[in-house]
């Protein structure tokens, strides 16, 4: 079936360590994006690409990273220098008049 | 400044009990407006898009409608597998070729049986 696959679902970081949240497509979709969600919060767009080898920031971009080398991945990196990376982290791509998402990453920092 | 205002926060409906859940938007001109479910810890699904005020679209239980400054979905004879947050989404004109959408903080329905 065509659709957006995040791993894992569940994930722990240690303070001052990198982790890094898959997303890979398969519905041939040019853009890409990342958000994260924290309770009483809305949606929050950390990046966006809308082509391969091209990406760029959200509203809250700082602490994170992406690369987009291929079509069908988009992985986020969250960094140490993230003060609050815990959330629920949806990855989504788009075609013209809708998006389609992911079932989401939780992230603990322990 | 570009705005998403749902409401009510939450709602709770007996089976059967039709009602409306509200969202209001400031944008300087409006692109698209979307309609999402989200379940507990899952990614939100699409439900509709709705481009100029006027428009309605249905399925199943759900009719969302648009005007000039909010939109609505009604919620006919819900039924408790309808509990869900919905959540509404708007893209603005001034987003130029990406689709950032400013999203609202949704509503949370809890359908009784």
């Given at each position: 079936d065509g659709g957006i696959t995040q791993s894992p679902k569940y994930l722990f970081r240690k303070e001052g360590q990198n982790v890094t949240l898959s997303c890979e497509q398969n519905l041939n979709h040019d853009a890409m994006y990342w958000y994260r969600q924290d309770p009483g919060q809305g949606l929050r767009l950390i990046y966006y690409s809308q082509i391969v080898n091209d990406f760029q920031k959200g509203d809250i971009a700082e602490g994170y990273s992406v690369s987009r080398e291929k079509k069908e991945s988009f992985p986020l990196t969250v960094t140490?220098?993230?003060?609050?990376?815990t959330a629920f982290y949806l990855c989504a791509s788009s075609m013209r008049d809708r998006e389609f998402f992911g079932e989401g990453s939780w992230l603990t920092v322990v | 400044e570009d705005q998403v205002t749902q409401s009510p926060e939450a709602l709770r409906l007996q089976e059967g009990e039709s009602s409306s859940l509200n969202c209001s938007y400031t944008v300087s001109g409006l692109r698209g407006l979307f309609w999402y479910r989200q379940d507990p810890g899952k990614g939100p699904e699409f439900l509709f898009t709705l481009y100029s005020a006027g428009e309605e679209k249905e399925k199943e239980r759900l009719k969302a409608t648009l005007t000039k400054k909010e939109s609505f979905l009604h919620i006919t004879?819900?039924?408790?597998?309808?509990s869900a947050t919905y959540l509404c989404a708007v893209q603005a004109?001034?987003?130029?070729?990406?689709?950032k959408l400013i999203w609202g903080l949704g509503t949370s329905l809890a359908v009784n049986p």
């Amino acid at each position: 079936d065509g659709g957006i696959t995040q791993s894992p679902k569940y994930l722990f970081r240690k303070e001052g360590q990198n982790v890094t949240l898959s997303c890979e497509q398969n519905l041939n979709h040019d853009a890409m994006y990342w958000y994260r969600q924290d309770p009483g919060q809305g949606l929050r767009l950390i990046y966006y690409s809308q082509i391969v080898n091209d990406f760029q920031k959200g509203d809250i971009a700082e602490g994170y990273s992406v690369s987009r080398e291929k079509k069908e991945s988009f992985p986020l990196t969250v960094t140490s220098a993230q003060k609050n990376p815990t959330a629920f982290y949806l990855c989504a791509s788009s075609m013209r008049d809708r998006e389609f998402f992911g079932e989401g990453s939780w992230l603990t920092v322990v | 400044e570009d705005q998403v205002t749902q409401s009510p926060e939450a709602l709770r409906l007996q089976e059967g009990e039709s009602s409306s859940l509200n969202c209001s938007y400031t944008v300087s001109g409006l692109r698209g407006l979307f309609w999402y479910r989200q379940d507990p810890g899952k990614g939100p699904e699409f439900l509709f898009t709705l481009y100029s005020a006027g428009e309605e679209k249905e399925k199943e239980r759900l009719k969302a409608t648009l005007t000039k400054k909010e939109s609505f979905l009604h919620i006919t004879a819900p039924k408790p597998e309808d509990s869900a947050t919905y959540l509404c989404a708007v893209q603005a004109t001034g987003a130029g070729n990406n689709r950032k959408l400013i999203w609202g903080l949704g509503t949370s329905l809890a359908v009784n049986p």
